[in-house]
């Protein structure tokens, strides 16, 4: 599958992952909200041009946004997160030249320890400024801080499991035939 | 100038950046201009339609509770017929009223309306339902929404061909005014955006008398609901010593997860009311 139908369907899919299952199973308890639809920016390809990234986050926000009806409440984690990836994975690419030889972060590409915090940080980031913008309309600041943390650990816990059961292999592109 | 452009150019990736932030910001705090945009109209048909394909799955699953529901409900309409009531008195006979039916409507406030729930939610701070009737079927903005037991269930905010979208009392800016059965101190249902079962009665005055179980009913003095519709029952009481006021806790009287049906009312007088008011203001 070329990297366009790929990231086609994959937003769909996150997209209505999240509205119609994630939103819709009874909740664990009410601290507990949790996400996984931002793994569709966490996973775009490394090549692809910074505001093109920016542009599909705010997209991939927005959609959500459509089904939940508070229009800018995820566009803006969103926004942020896909903002903040390129600097993060400058950061935490170590191996030399990853970023050429593979299409797009992930365990392979990375590594497991610099994969898990890129994907940590980013989880967290998102959570906590979606719940701040929650707590900016709704009140209660701390409330909304242990909600964050709360989530964050389940979403992480989810965003695991799909990486273990829908692994996604890249091939290794290298310029020697 | 020159180095002003280039500045621009250099940096043109976290304008763009502050742009998206910036336009997220402004649609979330100004939604409820939003809400009434062309784009939410389109928006609220095609999610609308993706929601409805979703229901026609998940409603199996809720089959058993809607039916029981819905019996309960006719249970009550029952209870309530002219047959039921055998009227000792003979000087209170029933008159078979002369005035055609038709005009009865005149006298009609409040019509009801049923619509199918295709979407739900109860996880966020703020929640909607999504019904299948919208503009064409006579549903328009500012309509209460009941739940088939009689418990309020929201206000429609946005109306589109086919679909409407509800503001569930689930809501941080939901907003409606209750009433205790037993006393008849008035005050007003809010949210706070933590708990699905709890709702919040505001602003009951001290002196009232109130023990849990008891009923929190509509107050009738919004257009939207008839008076006397459930809102919920008292849980307890939250007692601010700074404040002259209680605030009850109430648990709801609709169960907001397993709900399938809901009945739009349409207030037939509200229209004169509000010109009216708008009649005094312009005064």
């Known amino acids: 599958m070329s990297t366009l139908v790929k990231n086609i369907v994959r937003f769909c899919l996150f997209v209505l992952v999240q509205v119609f299952v994630l939103y819709q199973i009874p909740p664990l308890h009410h601290l507990v909200t949790p996400y996984i639809y931002f793994l569709f920016i966490l996973w775009l390809p490394y090549k692809m041009g910074r505001r093109t990234q920016l542009l599909l986050a705010f997209l991939l926000g927005f959609a959500l946004d459509s089904f939940t009806k508070t229009y800018g409440l995820h566009s803006a984690p969103c926004v942020l997160i896909a903002y903040l990836r390129p600097y993060l994975i400058n950061l935490l690419l170590t191996r030399e030249g990853s970023d050429f030889n593979y299409n797009e972060p992930s365990v392979q590409s990375m590594g497991l320890t610099p994969y898990f915090t890129y994907v940590t940080i980013l989880t967290f980031v998102h959570h906590v400024s979606l719940f701040f913008l929650q707590a900016l309309q709704t009140g209660g600041l701390v409330y909304f801080i242990i909600k964050a943390l709360f989530s964050t650990a389940v979403s992480l816990l989810l965003i695991l499991l799909t990486e273990l059961l829908f692994s996604r292999k890249q091939r290794f592109r290298t310029n020697i035939v | ?283």
């Open chain 2, 1 to 283: 100038m020159r180095n002003v452009i280039i500045f621009f150019r250099v940096y043109f990736t976290f304008f763009f950046f502050l742009f998206l932030l910036g336009l997220s910001l402004y649609l979330l705090f100004s939604y409820n201009k939003f809400h009434n945009a062309l784009y939410s109209e389109v928006a609220n048909e095609v999610t609308g339609s993706i929601s409805n394909q979703y229901n026609k799955v998940s409603y199996y699953f809720y089959l058993k509770q809607t039916n029981d529901s819905l019996v309960k409900a006719n249970e009550k309409l029952y209870n309530q017929l002219r047959e039921d009531y055998n009227i000792p008195d003979t000087v209170n006979r029933i008159f078979i009223d002369t005035l055609s039916t038709d005009s009865l409507q005149r006298f009609r406030r409040f019509l009801y309306r049923e619509a199918k729930v295709v979407r739900n939610s109860v996880n966020q701070p703020n929640n909607y339902i999504i019904l299948h009737r919208g503009s064409e079927l006579d549903i328009r903005n500012d309509m209460g929404v009941i739940a088939p037991n009689g418990g309020v269930v929201g206000t429609v905010i946005e109306v589109s061909d086919n679909f409407s979208v509800v503001m569930s009392l689930l809501h941080i800016q939901s907003n409606t005014s209750g009433r205790l059965k037993k006393g008849g101190e008035t005050g007003t249902l809010v949210w706070d955006g933590v708990d699905k079962n709890i709702l919040l009665l505001k602003d009951i005055t001290k002196s009232a008398k109130i023990s849990a179980g008891d009923t929190v009913i509509t107050s009738g003095f919004s257009e939207k609901f008839p008076e006397g519709l459930l809102l919920g029952y008292v849980k307890d009481i939250i007692n601010d010593k700074s404040s002259s006021t209680y605030t009850v806790r109430l648990r709801s009287a609709v169960n907001f997860e397993t709900l399938q049906f809901a009945y739009i009312i349409e207030n037939l007088q509200g229209n004169e009311v509000n010109q009216l008011l708008k009649k005094v203001k312009s005064k």
